[in-house]
């Protein structure tokens, strides 16, 4: 039987990266890590279908670097998170569209390549990924996946559902059809 919890991890809260309105009725979830090829290739896969179907579903994107085998990718969390406080969450988008687009550059000159792309100081930005100010935010994300039994990445979840099916245009774009029936 699996675990029950007092709170619905699963829920959008405030702080979470939305991209998509809130009219819809299909919210796709997404575990990621910015150094992992294959959530790199999901968030492709979704803006496709943002592009095909601009007000069919809204994306949200959370943390889950996986620390033991990618380097960089705590960091790099970090540093989105320290984009969207210092600049908003547009400018939160332009890093994170960076970060995946760069995804063999997430050493710390790249990732302040990056965040100058999107609009930010790059000795504001080691500051605060030096100071560490964003980990505990980039937790928050890892302790709601490991609540919801994510173990690894891309981790999907639709409408509050884990997702296994295919991550392709065709595959993503017939499960989000299927919330709408």
Not at 137 to 166: H, K, M, Q
Request: hydrophobic share 40%; charged share 25%.
């Amino acid at each position: 039987m699996p675990e029950s919890h007092t709170d619905n991890t699963l829920d959008i809260i405030e702080g979470d990266h939305v991209r998509g309105t809130d009219t819809t009725s299909t919210t796709v979830l997404v575990y990621g890590d910015y150094e992992c090829p294959h959530t790199r290739a999901l968030e492709l896969v979704l803006t496709r279908l943002r592009r095909r179907e601009p007000n069919a579903f809204r994306s949200v994107f959370r943390h889950f670097p996986l620390r033991d085998i990618h380097p960089h990718s705590q960091q790099a969390a970090e540093a989105a998170e320290a984009v969207y406080a210092l600049a908003g969450p547009e400018a939160f988008w332009v890093m994170h569209d960076g970060l995946f687009a760069h995804q063999d550059q997430l050493d710390h000159a790249g990732i302040e390549r990056r965040g100058a792309e999107a609009g930010v100081d790059p000795a504001a930005l080691r500051a605060a990924v030096e100071a560490g100010k964003f980990a505990d935010r980039v937790e928050r994300d890892v302790d709601s996946g490991a609540a919801n039994g994510v173990d690894r990445t891309p981790s999907v979840f639709i409408n509050g559902e884990r997702y296994l099916g295919a991550r392709d245009v065709p595959g993503l774009q017939q499960a989000v059809a299927a919330t709408r029936k």
